[in-house]
């Protein structure tokens, strides 16, 4: 039976679509806006900590480097592969994932990562607020009297700072995708880029240059040098794995492969390297200068006591934790929290749960208890590595790259996803025994030697699982090379179908083209 070229296509599903679901209309992240992107996630505090303490620990400059560079490697390959995904079907990761998880079975994922991303949200918005105390206290010393009282165990002024970023962030981050692009093209990145390399300038100067790049600060052996440069790369990769799982959301909006590759390239091997390499050298110019290794630049900025610099340091660190909690930590549970209810959520509305939900988990409290952050961040790689493995596996070797997307808005029993229900057991089967595994090696004391390399089996077990039991679909979809073009979709029409009413037509626009950067 032959459909007409005029026919009107198949309605999606309200349940399961609305405008911030479908397939991106406007793609207008070139390669600076992707390079943009990683600028403000790598210029993390904690990524600069990171590359430092490994310098502290005792693994010569050249080593830490070396190591960085490997993990970021990897992670580049991933975000790529990830990227191609994300940039032909247009979609974000939690409606990409109902291919392999089912319609409905995508919230399982999407759930999990919303959980560890509020947790985290929470976290980041309070560390940029101590960074408020500390300017406020420079500019105004007399409400250090505010600062010593507790209130659910956070001070007045502490109370004072963290809804005050918590309100900037919500009213920045709930204009959408596009007016989070222009911010981070133009603040959150290169803020940082400057503030940290006058750092370096001046400890450089103050210690006549006087710094090795190849002498170990606490005589490690080599095959101890060797074990903790595996490490690195190992937690390298571990670090990153939050947004290689949903860089979809990213990549939907670049015109062409060329925009997400090079803005990979530049964002990650060549950025983050460089970022380590002024984080060592920093540390090391504080050996010099201050005779304590200090790889906090909070701190280091306190150290040299002087009021401008302290007033732009913490402006510049408190863009940059901004920067971070847009890319890691808001987007992704925007997206994952309207996927729970189309109709209902989009993502402004799943962005203030996520806002709201960072609040109530009282994130000071979180990241003050040693034992809350080891199971957390244990968790977060177990669950992590197999989501990754199976959304890979799923659309490399399984599907080689042939996703129906309108398929994906569709909850018809009949449907090329609907699966069982809704949801794909194969998915459960390949995910739960690699997380329990991987949870295992990370959490269990008896496996500290294998704790940091944990989401290598989780990723291992749940891509051999997935493979295993997915073997007749891989026989049907695995032929040919995968496609590079776009995948066209009748959703993008905008056809949306509400029980009881005739189709009406939303205000979505086919993908436009748009030249990359």
Do not use: C
């Not at 947790?119 to 010393?141: D, F, K, N, R």
């Not at 492969?257 to 050298?281: C, D, I, S």
């Not at 057991?425 to 008896?446: H, M, N, W, Y």
Request: aromatic letters at 12%; zero cysteines.
């Amino acid at each position: 039976m032959s459909t007409s070229p005029h026919a009107r296509p198949a309605a999606p599903d309200p349940r399961l679509f609305n405008e911030d679901l479908a397939p991106a209309a406007r793609r207008s992240w070139g390669t600076y806006s992707v390079f943009a992107l990683w600028m403000s996630d790598t210029h993390a505090i904690s990524n600069y900590a990171f590359a430092a303490s490994l310098f502290v620990l005792g693994l010569p400059a050249w080593e830490v480097f070396a190591a960085l560079l490997a993990g970021i490697t990897l992670v580049h390959w991933l975000m790529n592969r990830m990227g191609h995904a994300g940039h032909r079907t247009g979609v974000p990761y939690p409606v990409l994932a109902r291919a392999s998880w089912g319609v409905y079975g995508a919230n399982i994922p999407a759930l999990l990562r919303a959980v560890m991303a509020v947790a985290w949200y929470g976290i980041q918005t309070w560390l940029a607020s101590t960074a408020v105390v500390l300017l406020t206290l420079q500019v105004a010393p007399g409400l250090d009297a505010w600062n010593h009282n507790s209130v659910l165990g956070l001070s007045t002024l502490g109370w004072a700072a963290f809804l005050l970023m918590w309100g900037l962030q919500a009213a920045l981050l709930t204009r959408g995708m596009e007016f989070i692009r222009k911010v981070q093209d133009f603040a959150t990145g290169p803020v940082v880029w400057l503030v940290v390399l006058a750092l370096a300038v001046y400890l450089l100067v103050r210690a006549h240059g006087d710094i090795s790049l190849t002498r170990s600060l606490t005589g490690l052996s080599g095959t101890e040098q060797v074990r903790q440069s595996l490490i690195a790369v190992s937690l390298t990769v571990a670090t990153f794995l939050t947004l290689v799982l949903n860089y979809a959301d990213f990549a939907r909006f670049t015109p062409d492969h060329r925009a997400y590759r090079r803005g990979n390239l530049l964002g990650l091997p060549v950025n983050f390297t460089a970022f380590a390499v002024v984080a060592v050298l920093v540390t090391a110019g504080t050996i010099a200068v201050f005779g304590e290794a200090i790889y906090d630049p909070v701190k280091v900025i306190q150290k040299i006591d002087n009021p401008v610099v302290t007033v732009v340091g913490a402006l510049a660190f408190i863009v940059a934790t901004i920067g971070i909690n847009v890319v890691a930590n808001f987007v992704s549970p925007a997206y994952d929290f309207a996927n729970l209810l189309p109709k209902y959520l989009d993502f402004k509305r799943g962005g203030m749960i996520t806002a709201v939900l960072a609040v109530l988990v009282l994130p000071w409290k979180l990241y003050s208890s040693a034992l809350v952050i080891q199971y957390f961040l244990g968790a977060l790689g177990a669950f992590l590595g197999p989501l990754v493995a199976i959304l890979l596996v799923d659309y490399y070797l399984v599907r080689r790259g042939r996703i129906d997307v309108d398929a994906l808005f569709s909850a018809d029993a009949a449907g090329a996803y609907f699966y069982r229900r809704g949801y794909n057991p194969k998915a459960v089967l390949a995910f739960v025994p690699a997380a329990a595994v991987s949870a295992s090696l990370a959490l269990i004391p008896v496996f500290d030697a294998v704790a940091p390399f944990s989401w290598i089996f989780g990723m291992g077990i749940s891509g051999l699982l997935y493979v295993l039991v997915s073997g007749r679909d891989r026989s049907a979809g695995a032929a040919g090379p995968i496609p590079e073009e776009i995948i066209p979709s009748q959703v993008s029409a905008g056809i949306v179908e509400v029980p009881g009413e005739p189709e009406r037509s939303a205000v979505v626009a086919g993908p436009a083209a748009a030249k990359g950067s």
